[in-house]
């Protein structure tokens, strides 16, 4: 068994200020279960908790805490797109599974926020809306067709001039863009605990601190084990993504390297001023726009904006990336003066390798059937928190013997990556490139 990482949480914003995580046992002993469901992020809770809402017995694995993987560690924004892809190319990928994904992606956001509200959960939610502003003529033009596809789709989406744009978000740095109403951002840890207490109280047994060391079909069913207990059931959800080799790295080699883990840095300030705050996304929406070096922001729930970025060399504990983050926040709002970060963290986004190596030909998702009653997913690109919440609604209808063509999963067999430790060493090295094409497009 390899142990990558420590069960330990880096310097974060959500950390400090989430209600604290509930006690969950070691998984120590054999039980028996209708589904097993390896890893405690969104996907894996949210699946829990729809299978146990449809009376199966669950029990949930999680090699750290609920939430401690990139679940807890993103900036929370409720994104209802894809990274990069318009909804035709989705439906030229996967045909008529394509129209179906689409609509799942579309209602994504709404019904992250609808569970949270349904359950009373205490997670910052705010259904704000959600801004991707164009930073090139050339992005608002895309900006354009994609707001088209989606609004026939039905999706509540519109296209904003420059001069609109600058008065939703207080700059001039864009050329226009679409607004999506039904996303906005979360506290991401405060869900994750929070979907944590909802499984636990619907009665599904969580343990954690078990991280699962092997996993085999057998007869009718599947089992996994830990290093001090094992779960047998009939089906089977491997819901780690870009995790899914940190801690063990036997546990599924052929999805673990179907996906490039990526560093991704989070920060937030120190609170703002109210008189400032009032000129800088007034009406509270997440924003990420459309470089492909990360540019977003957003506020959270006590006056500090959030935002970050990738880094070839961070530096000790972000420092490089951090001072990187506040040039653009001035450069982006002057009327920010002054101002300091007071929480850096990172976690790992599960990018695809085209996606990754090829930035104009953004990467799928990737869905899978693991023969019998298994199932997995992986390679969210950055827009994982809505897409998470609703996939668990989907793989507990895959569990329960809905057809596959009515549910919105496109699934597809596992591409491993021989280069997969190569290309994650130097994918940082990626950075200057996408800096170079978003400068050819300005």
């Known amino acids: 068994m390899s142990a990558a990482l420590p069960v330990v ?3 974060s914003l959500w950390a400090s200020v989430s209600p604290p995580p509930m006690a969950l046992p070691i998984l120590d002993s054999a039980e028996t279960a209708d589904v097993v469901i390896i890893g405690a992020g969104f996907t894996g809770l949210s699946s829990a908790i729809h299978l146990r809402e449809a009376g199966l017995d669950v029990v949930l694995v999680e090699a750290a805490e609920p939430g401690w993987g990139a679940s807890g560690r993103n900036n929370g924004q409720v994104i209802p797109t894809l990274s990069g892809h318009d909804p035709s190319g989705v439906i030229k990928r996967y045909g008529e599974a394509g129209e179906r994904f689409n609509l799942l992606v579309r209602d ?12 009373a959960i205490a997670a910052e939610a705010e259904q704000s809306g959600w801004v991707q502003p164009a930073h090139s003529p050339g992005r608002l033009k895309r900006s354009e067709a994609r707001t088209r596809e989606w609004q026939a789709l039905g999706a509540p989406v519109d296209l904003l001039d420059a001069s609109a744009m600058a008065d939703m978000l207080g700059s001039n740095a864009w050329f226009g863009g679409m607004v999506n109403s039904s996303g906005g951002h979360i506290n991401p840890l405060a869900l994750a605990r929070g979907l944590a207490q909802v499984a636990a109280g619907l009665g599904v047994r969580i343990y954690a ?16 084990a830990t290093a001090s207990g094992s779960v047998k059931a009939t089906a089977l959800v491997l819901a780690t993504n870009a995790y899914t080799g940190e801690f063990t790295q036997g546990l599924m080699p052929a999805i673990a390297t179907e ?15 109210d008189n400032v705050r009032k000129s800088i996304i007034p009406a509270r929406q997440a924003m990420s726009d459309t470089h492909r070096e990360l540019y977003f922001a ?12 990738a880094a070839i060399a961070p530096g000790a504990g972000g420092v490089h990336v951090a001072k990187h983050a506040i040039e653009r926040l001035k450069r982006l709002w002057p009327q920010l003066g002054d101002i300091e970060i007071d929480h850096v963290w990172n976690g790992y986004v599960g990018m695809t390798p085209e996606n990754l190596l090829r930035p104009e030909i953004p990467g799928f998702p990737r869905f899978h059937r693991l023969g019998p009653s298994g199932y997995a997913w992986a390679g969210c690109n950055g827009r994982g928190v809505a897409l998470s919440v609703i996939l668990g609604r989907d793989i507990s209808r895959a569990i329960q013997g809905v057809p596959e063509n009515e549910l919105g999963l496109p699934f597809s067999e596992p ?12 994918a940082p090295l990626a950075l200057p490139y996408y800096r170079y094409l978003d400068r050819q497009e300005v």
């Open 108 to 119: 994504s956001a709404g019904y992250l926020f609808d569970l949270v509200r349904r359950y």
């Open 209 to 224: 601190r078990s991280p699962v060391t092997s996993h085999a079909r057998q007869g009718l069913g599947w089992t996994i």
């Open 9 to 11: 949480w880096p310097p």
């Open 415 to 426: 591409s491993p990556r021989i280069l997969q430790p190569l290309i994650r060493r130097i």
């Open 298 to 309: 957003r506020w959270d729930a006590r006056g500090r904006l959030i935002t970050g970025g």
């Open 259 to 273: 996906v490039i883990p990526v560093r991704s840095w989070q920060m937030s300030t120190t609170p703002i001023s």
